[in-house]
């Protein structure tokens, strides 16, 4: 069975600021995918980044970096340079499973 | 340009009346899956099909059953809908990679919600 954890249920960051949001998990599965998506009010879930377990650096899409640690089974996201559009619900998800979520504040 | 769609956006039901939603894909891919997602809460998988072979999850009430009648078509059935079931259904594709092992990145529609009067 997998598990995701995602112990922050909400976030407040400032503008033009750095952000990470937290993700640990749990797998018995030697390979495995990591991803995390954003959500915002509208309700669509729109796909960010992805870490695969065997890739040999961190996963980075533009303003968002992934600092993952096997030894520690922590994904967690990084958001560099914070803008008012990252307020949004964001997911951690292995495979079909997902985290609780951590709802993101950016303040002007 | 629109990869994933579903219909209708918003939908509006009684208590026990049947519903139907429906998911569109142009991405070819072989996976469809169905979420149920309440207010502040994790999306939870109800089922996903593999080309044609339907997978249910142990805890998917029996009032929800899908159909796909072919790789780009997907629907969610709701036979009688209780209050407990208002919430965000979301459809989401993927391929399967690793020799069938692993799922590859999903993509989401944006979603209907339903509401049960």
């Known amino acids: 069975a997998q598990k995701i954890t995602q112990t922050q249920p909400g976030m407040f960051v400032q503008e033009k600021e750095a952000v990470t949001l937290d993700c640990t998990y749990d797998t018995s599965d030697p390979s495995y995918g990591l991803f995390w998506y954003k959500q915002p009010s509208s309700g669509e879930m729109i796909f960010l980044i992805y870490q695969g377990s065997y890739d040999q650096q961190n996963a980075t899409e533009g303003r968002y970096s992934l600092n993952f640690q096997k030894a520690r089974k922590s994904a967690n996201l990084v958001i560099s340079a914070s803008q008012l559009g990252d307020s949004a619900m964001y997911f951690c998800a292995m495979q079909l499973t997902f985290g609780s979520g951590t709802q993101l504040t950016v303040l002007p | 340009d629109a990869m994933v769609i579903q219909n209708p956006r918003y939908q509006v039901t009684q208590f026990g009346k049947p519903v139907t939603l429906s998911c569109s894909q142009t991405?070819?891919?072989?996976?469809m899956y169905w979420y149920q997602q309440k207010s502040s809460q994790a999306p939870k998988l109800l089922f996903h099909?593999?080309?044609?072979?339907?997978?249910n999850e142990a805890d998917t009430p029996d009032n929800f059953q899908s159909r796909r009648p072919n790789t780009s078509f997907c629907f969610l059935d709701i036979r009688s809908p209780g209050l407990g079931d208002a919430a965000m259904y979301l459809c989401a594709t993927s391929r399967v990679v690793a020799g069938g092992l692993r799922t590859d990145t999903q993509y989401f529609g944006p979603g209907t919600r339903l509401t049960v009067l």
């Open positions: 991405l070819n891919h072989n996976v």
């Open positions: 099909y593999y080309d044609k072979d339907f997978n």
